[in-house]
C-alpha cells in the first residue's frame, strides 16, 4: 500500500557531505512522523532523526549540529543532510514513516529498504 524509497546513499570521505531522500507513493491519505534511522554492523538500529508531523525535530546526540532533518509534505518526502561525516557514520540508513492511507484509518508505520552510507577515513 505503501513504498518508501530511499536514495542519496553512497561512499564519502570522512569530512564531506552527503543528502539522503525518501519519497513515500502509493495509497497515502496523510502521514504524521517521517524519521531517518541507521544501523551499523554488528550494532542495533538506532534512531538519528525525526520530523513530527507539526512538532519540534529529534536527533540523535551522536548528529546534533552535524545532520539536519527536512520535509517536502507536497512531494510525501523527508531529507536528511548530513555533514562532517565521520567513520562511526557508517551504516544502513532507512527511512521511516506513519501513514493514514484513508481519513478514519489507523497509522501505518512503513520502512524503506535502506540506503548504504559508507565514510572512508
Known amino acids: 500500500q505503501v513504498q518508501l524509497v530511499e536514495s542519496g546513499g553512497g561512499l564519502v570521505q570522512a569530512g564531506g557531505s552527503l543528502r539522503l531522500s525518501c519519497a513515500a507513493s502509493?495509497?497515502?491519505?496523510?502521514?504524521?512522523?517521517m524519521n531517518w534511522y541507521r544501523q551499523a554492523p554488528g550494532k542495533q538500529r538506532e534512531l538519528v532523526a525525526a520530523?513530527?508531523?507539526?512538532?519540534?525535530?529529534y536527533y540523535a546526540d551522536s548528529v546534533k549540529g552535524r545532520f539536519t532533518i527536512s520535509r517536502d509534505n507536497a512531494k510525501n518526502t523527508v531529507y536528511l543532510q548530513m555533514n562532517s561525516l565521520t567513520f562511526e557514520d557508517t551504516a544502513v540508513y532507512y527511512c521511516?514513516?506513519?501513514?493514514?492511507?484513508?481519513?478514519?484509518?489507523?497509522?501505518?508505520?512503513?520502512w524503506g529498504q535502506g540506503t548504504q552510507v559508507t565514510v572512508s577515513s
Open positions: 520530523s513530527p508531523s507539526g512538532g519540534s525535530t
Open positions: 521511516n514513516a506513519d501513514v493514514r492511507t484513508t481519513p478514519w484509518g489507523g497509522l501505518i508505520n512503513s
Open positions: 502509493g495509497r497515502i491519505f496523510s502521514i504524521n512522523a
